[in-house]
């Protein structure tokens, strides 16, 4: 077999401090798997210093910050004991590999499961929270929407507190569309002025169910001048990683008195969350109520 020429390779020629200067500064960590691909020198390199798992770390700090690694670098069955420190840095690395692949934003879908509960409802069960899973206001031409109760004084806010479908999602965007009251006179939109959200895990879902990780937003304006009611959508600026499966999303001030009762209400008819849930190979258990988290990885086997 003839003998490869490593002359023109700069891993070869570099200090290893400049090389892993260079790779560490990819954008993305799925771009060390590409890089891993181009020689065997270049695989080695990168599974050796773990560049891929220190890119994963620093595109998502939330994961270090909220989440136990250590499962997904120790040994867990016998060969793996027996094996060799490469063995397992190989591991390592395949590992942060599919995490890298499974936060993709590329592929976004629809991350709401359940609509757990709101601070307020007018009508229950005819106008509760269950009803902004449904895309639009009107189900078989029934008006659907979530209603709070009624309010003399404009600043009194809202929540509504919903729980993602895995425990872990990468959120680019939120949309909420405000209820247009199309069965009153003047059609009037019981809209908020702002909203904001909040993203993490339930520290004690028996004490109280705003208690929040730190991980929120900045305020955005729900509405502009014209109070119109299609479904608003908020990029963020970056995906944010949502580590423990909830989404709050808190309604801040009301524009809307009803004529009937003079009273202020906030209406909405449909919120959605637009990101990536991890894929099936990785689960998140919750450690209560210190809100740390356990990332598994399961092999496609252990799946089936």
């Known amino acids: 077999m003839p003998k490869v020429d490593n002359s023109g390779d700069f891993i070869f020629w570099f200090a290893e401090e400049i090389s892993m200067k260079i790779l560490t500064n990819l954008d993305d960590p799925s771009d060390v798997v590409r890089v891993s691909s181009v020689s065997k020198l270049w695989r080695q390199f990168v599974i050796e210093h773990d560049i891929c798992k220190q890119l994963c770390l620093k595109k998502f700090p939330e994961i270090s910050g909220a989440v136990e690694l250590n499962n997904l670098i120790e040994p867990v069955d016998i060969g793996l004991r027996n094996g060799t420190e490469f063995e397992l840095l190989k591991r390592n690395h395949k590992i942060f590999s599919f995490l890298a692949k499974a936060l993709s934003p590329v592929i976004t879908n629809d991350c709401l499961s359940t609509a757990i509960s709101a601070s307020s409802t007018d009508n229950y069960p005819t106008e509760?929270?269950?009803?902004?899973?449904?895309?639009?206001?009107?189900?078989?031409?029934?008006?659907?929407?979530?209603?709070?109760?009624?309010?003399h004084e404009p600043s009194v806010p809202e929540t509504l507190l919903y729980e993602l479908v895995t425990k872990m999602c990468l959120v680019s965007e939120i949309h909420v569309q405000p209820?247009?009251?199309?069965?009153?006179?003047?059609?009037?939109?019981?809209?908020?002025?702002?909203?904001?959200?909040?993203?993490?895990?339930?520290?004690?879902?028996?004490?109280?169910?705003?208690?929040?990780?730190?991980?929120?937003?900045?305020?955005?304006t729900l509405l502009d001048d014209r109070f119109e009611s299609f479904l608003q959508k908020f990029e963020l600026p970056e995906p944010a990683l949502c580590v423990g499966g909830y989404l709050l999303v808190e309604l801040l001030g009301r524009v809307q008195k009803q004529e009937i009762d003079d009273l202020y209400y906030i209406c909405i008819a449909h919120v959605q969350i637009v990101g990536r849930p991890l894929l099936p190979t990785f689960d998140v258990e919750m450690h209560e109520p210190s809100g740390k988290c356990l990332l598994k990885h399961y092999s496609e086997t252990e799946i089936e």
């Not at 206001?137 to 009624?150: L, P, T």
């Not at 939109?189 to 705003?210: P, Q, W």
Request: glycine fraction near 6%; proline fraction near 3%.
């Open 128 to 151: 509760s929270i269950v009803h902004t899973l449904q895309p639009g206001d009107r189900n078989q031409n029934v008006a659907s929407y979530w209603s709070s109760s009624g309010q």
């Open 179 to 220: 209820f247009q009251a199309y069965f009153q006179h003047r059609y009037p939109i019981y809209s908020c002025k702002a909203v904001r959200f909040k993203m993490g895990h339930l520290r004690n879902l028996g004490e109280s169910d705003t208690d929040f990780s730190d991980n929120e937003s900045e305020d955005h």
